[in-house]
């Protein structure tokens, strides 16, 4: 009898030290500190409050997402992890309750140590979460890395990433773990995915 092997077996099953902390900024409405290994991201909510008339939408809330990273102006890739991080954020929060408003989610890089993105997802739930706003479902970012020997790291390492493939980030729907966001850098097979 022949035993199939799957095609991406984990190489590094064992996550990092998680640490969070809510509510550790005075200044925002909801407030999250959250580290995974050596990555950490602060994060702040302001809002609901008055929007911008150009910016408002008659029937609901509109989400401003602002990355900051740890030196220097923002990049190309900031743009795309804030995109990514505001529908995340949008498919969650329960935005009708609050129509002509604006809410404001920024979120601080503190260290990159790899996984950055799933730790501003984290971090970005936990504050949400902190602010009191109304969510439909809580979320989780995950990330998952294959090397070029076809293995799975999860939470992959700054070094990690840089030698392996393909990177993947996840949203996770916390309720039913339905796929509520991915992201999504490399080449990989359908297999493998």
Request: hydrophobic share 40%; glycine share 4%.
């Given at each position: 009898?022949k035993?199939e092997q799957?095609?991406?077996?984990?190489?590094?099953?064992?996550?990092r030290?998680?640490?969070c902390e809510?509510?550790?900024?005075?200044?925002?409405?909801g407030s999250?500190?959250?580290?995974?290994?050596?990555?950490?991201?602060?994060?702040?909510?302001y809002?609901?409050a008055?929007?911008k008339?150009?910016k408002?939408?008659?029937?609901?809330?509109?989400l401003e997402?602002?990355?900051?990273p740890?030196?220097?102006m923002q990049?190309?890739?900031?743009r795309?992890?804030?995109?990514?991080v505001r529908e995340?954020?949008?498919?969650?929060?329960l935005?009708?309750?609050?129509?002509r408003?604006?809410?404001?989610?920024?979120?601080?890089?503190?260290h990159?140590d790899?996984?950055?993105?799933?730790?501003?997802?984290?971090?970005?739930?936990m504050?949400?979460m902190d602010?009191?706003?109304?969510m439909s479902r809580?979320f989780?970012?995950?990330t998952?890395?294959?090397?070029?020997e076809s293995q799975?790291?999860?939470?992959p390492?700054a070094?990690?990433?840089?030698?392996?493939?393909?990177?993947?980030?996840?949203?996770?729907?916390?309720?039913?773990?339905?796929?509520m966001?991915s992201s999504?850098r490399?080449?990989f097979?359908?297999e493998?995915e």
């Amino acid at each position: 009898m022949k035993m199939e092997q799957s095609v991406c077996e984990p190489v590094c099953t064992v996550l990092r030290e998680y640490a969070c902390e809510q509510n550790i900024l005075s200044k925002p409405d909801g407030s999250a500190s959250f580290k995974q290994g050596d990555t950490s991201v602060l994060a702040g909510v302001y809002g609901p409050a008055e929007v911008k008339v150009n910016k408002e939408i008659y029937d609901r809330a509109t989400l401003e997402v602002v990355i900051q990273p740890k030196v220097g102006m923002q990049s190309v890739r900031e743009r795309a992890r804030e995109q990514c991080v505001r529908e995340t954020c949008e498919a969650a929060l329960l935005s009708t309750l609050h129509p002509r408003s604006s809410l404001t989610l920024v979120l601080q890089v503190v260290h990159d140590d790899g996984s950055l993105l799933s730790c501003c997802l984290n971090a970005a739930c936990m504050a949400l979460m902190d602010a009191g706003l109304p969510m439909s479902r809580l979320f989780c970012g995950v990330t998952c890395a294959i090397d070029a020997e076809s293995q799975i790291i999860t939470d992959p390492t700054a070094q990690q990433e840089k030698e392996c493939r393909a990177l993947m980030t996840f949203a996770i729907d916390a309720k039913d773990r339905n796929v509520m966001m991915s992201s999504t850098r490399g080449s990989f097979s359908v297999e493998e995915e």
